[in-house]
């Protein structure tokens, strides 16, 4: 039987104190770190294609161990919508 265990980066770092759900502040360090810019700015994961620094896992995994240590949701920014009636007026 093939031995399955993978080493995560998680598992190596000690749990802040503060952390109130330590699976998901793991699961989310674990994205941050796959995620994190390279020299040139860019996030060298495949998944996002080399998009710039911050790339959207990234945000998303900050939040995440941010609010596995208790802490409030912070919120999410998004642009305004458009709207063709706004715009024939």
Do not use: I
């Amino acid at each position: 039987m093939p031995d399955t265990t993978r080493n995560r980066s998680s598992h190596e770092v000690a749990l802040p104190e503060d952390v109130t759900d330590p699976l998901l502040w793991r699961l989310a360090y674990d994205v941050a770190v796959a995620h994190q810019p390279d020299a040139t700015g860019r996030c060298p994961s495949l998944l996002c294609v080399h998009q710039g620094a911050p790339c959207e896992p990234l945000v998303n995994a900050e939040r995440a161990m941010h609010l596995a240590r208790g802490g409030t949701p912070q919120p999410v920014w998004s642009p305004p919508t458009w709207h063709w009636r706004r715009e024939a007026a």
